[in-house]
């Protein structure tokens, strides 16, 4: 279908003198208010003409019909109004019932692929949940009207978001080479009548595949490791193994609940020495001296690996790697009996617990020649900036919505192709609409008097 459309514009200009500027926000103001909405309107109603013809022909509407006889009677107009991006779209449809089966059906929905009560579009919602998710609901409310002309109260923002699927992460099939798992705090809405107080943990999880792709796997708030184990391990067969490797900063619980999800452990080597300063101090050593020791243990565990990702280990590597971490942990050995000779028993107590899970990555090389983190830095960066994101947004938040941002912006983040193909397809973006700007023509102007 192919139509020309006239849109008629009165202009109307003082002879004394104005402004660019008043021209400019009059004019915007009149196309974004009346203009625009009134194109999309006039395309509807004509889509709902041609749909018409098509019943008056006898030919069939899209979808399959609702009976093997139907006849269908008119039901006359329903007037309807949806918001866009463009301004509230107000327009009518023609409903129509069938005699045999009494089913109502309206042509011009079915042909939009519109639910029956839906009050926007999805591209106003993708708008929205991507404003939402840089900061908070009341600043976003201000910047959609401000700049955009798109007034949505913060209510009405929080609950499209809620209600918003572009959440859901994919579960990606086969075995990943590592699995990486974080957690970072923030403020939660206390609930005094249960026990909870403001402070929140959020937790999260990915997958990294052996070709290096990044797979976001989950997000839980006021969820413990056991549970999530079981939601990353849900479907996984009896002795299969989610991930090669567990890469993680040594939380209290999380090797134990999520180490069964993998074939080997790898205790993040950032994380290692810097947080050996909290033991240290607790046994009364000096800033000079647990700073001496977090140097010793840096160096003892950095073993760096060839460059080459993805093949076969040669002998001769394999033996200088397997030499250096031998090495490694007789260090790693002696610097525990040290800490317990000096009489810093809980720091002798932190780095013997880490000390079997220190060369997982090490391991995972030289059986499968993939190169994987040794680190959490990658994770790290992530929470961080979800966790600027989520504590800059609001406060107070309820688990359930923060873990829902959270996987909202995991999913932004890690794959932002992937992000923009999910509304590229929920839009139904398929090249069926084109517009060709043909110019602009004016009668001769009327002068005033």
Partial sequence: ???????????????????????????????????????????????????????????????????????????????????????????????????ACGRVRVPLREFLGLEPHQSRTNE????????????????????????????????????????SDSDELARTEGKFASLLVDGTGYKRRPDASVGLDNKGQLRMAIGITPTGQVCPLGTWSGVGWEQIARNLGAGLEKETKLAGLLVSDGETGLAEALGRLTDDQQRCLWHLPHDLDDPMWRDGASKREYRSIQKKLAALVRIELPAEDGEAVGQEDRERIEQQMGQAQQ??????????????????????????????????????GIVNPKVTSFLERLMREIGRRLKRIAFGWRPENAAKMARLLLRRVTDPQQWAQYWKTKLRLQGNVVFAFRGVHASPPTLGR
């Fill in 1 to 99: 279908m192919q139509n020309i459309i006239t849109m008629e514009l009165l202009a109307g200009v003082s002879d004394n003198g104005f402004s660019l500027d008043e021209l400019v926000y009059e004019l915007g103001r009149v196309i974004r208010n009346k203009g625009l909405p009134g194109i999309v309107a006039m395309i509807l109603a004509l889509v709902d003409e041609l749909l018409l013809r098509r019943h008056l022909e006898g030919r069939s509407w899209l979808g399959q019909a609702c009976c093997e006889r139907p006849v269908y009677q008119s039901l006359g107009f329903h007037s309807r109004r949806i918001r866009t991006s463009l301004g509230e779209v107000s327009f009518r449809w023609r409903r129509y019932q069938c005699q």
């Fill in 124 to 163: 106003l919602e993708q708008i929205v949940v991507e404003v939402v998710s840089e900061q908070s609901y009341r600043r976003s409310s201000q910047h959609l009207d401000t700049i955009g002309g798109i007034p949505v109260p913060k209510s009405t923002a929080h609950r499209w978001l809620v209600q």
């Fill in 331 to 368: 260090g790693v050995v002696e610097l525990v009996a040290q800490l317990k000779a000096r009489g810093y028993r809980r720091a002798a107590r932190y780095v013997d617990l880490a000390r079997s899970r220190l060369f997982g990555y090490l391991r995972f090389w030289l059986r499968h």
